[in-house]
């Protein structure tokens, strides 16, 4: 009998039972021996370290490397200068300023970090550059602020406006191609610049969403468009929305439901690509790391050895920062490691059962074998449960085999099954390639096999 490997975390398939797809997503896989795999997500390889961390920003300007590490702002390894506070530091460039925004002040950020005076000492919530001008949207209003055309550090005191169709306040800005995209705590307002002096900016077209956004910290632009938690006027759930004609909903109801748990205000999003993947990676602090995959749309659990999180939070142009100390990291598709900690992946599959009872003879996971070093032999885990993911067995080994050698991945004798069925969890720490294709399972009623 063939049954499902889970496709994703919280694979509706699954029904009520919950389903595992840790540090692992699925793939097509045309050269077989099945139609698709599991497929560890890439490693972490250590690029530096800079600070005592966290890593509030990485950004790239004009060749140089800038990092915001604690407080201290590093250019290089050298440090520049300071900019307080805990939070995440927004950013934006043209081609010869670099703005960060954190803690409601404005830095401009170069040879050193100097302080940028606003008008009326208004404080600052994000920051975005368009039309050749620096957008600063001003904290708890729909108001924002811009800066004379070249010179981020000028803003005059009529260079204002507002979000027009709804008096919510301003959360985050972005820029999308020519476009100025306001999310609003409500709604979500598109702008384009109009080389006007006296009004550079206008909405475009009329176009909004009634759907706004929880937290500045999960807007991202990946694959020609941007991803953020958004809210509705109408009081609905939290969910994960691509930006589209109109708004597109793309979480899960599992997704949604680590949502609500959450303390959205902590919640960071980033992007990150690897093997012709892009992957929106949400951090919900507490709750845990969820990966969707732009490719196939679906979402897997993302974790760092001993915790329930991904260690990173920040990025720009292939280079990470670590959410608690002051290292750096960059992809790496073909590592199984965090730098030196071993990458634990964990996936769930399902033997539904409705009635009758029958005996499980053997369960065999179909996965690549002969992945270990020579002389060593890595082990995958297997657990069961027969309760509906109520009541589950300890963890028995199966080997995965040295080069040249390639197992059966099999356990025996999991005695009798009935309604609801056998739920299975697969776990591997080896830090080498496992890559799990399918499940059978050898069932018995009576004289009768499945």
């Known amino acids: 009998m063939k049954v499902a490997l889970a496709s994703q975390a919280f694979d509706r398939r699954f029904s009520t039972a919950r389903s595992l797809l840790v540090n692992l997503y699925a793939e097509q896989s045309p050269e077989g021996p099945t139609s698709d ?166 909405r475009n077209g009329g176009r909004r969403y009634d759907r706004g956004s929880a937290c500045q910290n999960t807007a991202v632009k990946l694959d020609n468009t941007i991803f953020w938690v958004g809210t509705a006027q109408q009081g609905a759930d939290l969910q994960v929305y691509r930006a589209s004609g109109v708004p ?73 920062g670590d959410v608690d100390t002051g290292q750096l990291w960059t992809i790496d598709p073909s590592r199984r490691t965090d730098g030196s900690d071993l990458i634990s992946y964990q996936v769930s599959a399902l033997a539904p059962v409705e009635e009758g009872s029958f005996r499980v003879n053997a369960v065999r996971l179909h996965a690549r074998t002969g992945i270990g070093s020579p002389g060593g032999s890595p082990v995958v885990e297997a657990r069961y449960s027969k309760q509906g993911a109520e009541e589950w067995s300890s963890w028995r080994e199966a080997s995965l085999g040295s080069p040249g050698n390639h197992p059966r991945v099999m356990w025996r004798q999991w005695g009798l099954l009935k309604a609801p069925g056998l739920a299975i969890d697969f776990r591997f720490t080896g830090g080498a390639d496992f890559v799990p294709y399918a499940v059978t399972i050898d069932l018995q009623q009576g004289s009768n096999r499945l």
């Open 37 to 202: 795999r599991r497929v560890p997500r890439p490693g972490l390889a250590p690029y530096g370290e800079l600070g005592a961390g966290p890593v509030r920003c990485v950004a790239f300007h004009l060749g140089s490397l800038f990092v915001v590490s604690g407080t201290r702002v590093f250019k290089g390894s050298t440090q520049i200068g300071v900019i307080p506070g805990l939070s995440l530091v927004r950013y934006a460039q043209s081609d010869t300023e670099l703005v960060m925004v954190a803690e409601g002040l404005v830095y401009l950020v170069g040879d050193d970090v100097q302080t940028v005076a606003m008008p009326a000492d208004d404080l600052i919530s994000d920051v975005a550059v368009a039309g050749g001008r620096f957008i600063y949207p001003v904290q708890d209003t729909g108001k924002f602020r811009y800066s004379d055309i070249g010179d981020a550090a000028t803003v005059g005191a009529l260079n204002f406006a507002s979000a027009e169709s709804d008096p919510d306040d301003i959360v985050s800005v972005e820029v999308l191609g020519s476009d100025i995209v306001f999310f609003g705590e409500n709604t979500t307002e598109w702008h384009v610049p109009t080389g006007d002096i006296d009004a550079p900016f206008q």
């Open 248 to 320: 597109q909903a793309v979480s899960n109801e599992g997704i949604e439901a680590a949502l609500a748990e959450a303390d959205i205000t902590l919640a960071t999003a980033l992007a990150i690509v690897s093997t012709g993947h892009s992957f929106y990676v949400l951090n919900l602090p507490g709750v845990g790391t969820y990966a969707y995959d732009v490719k196939t749309g679906l979402w897997g659990e993302w974790q760092s050895f001993g915790q329930p999180t991904y260690r990173i939070q920040c990025g720009a142009d292939g280079v990470y």
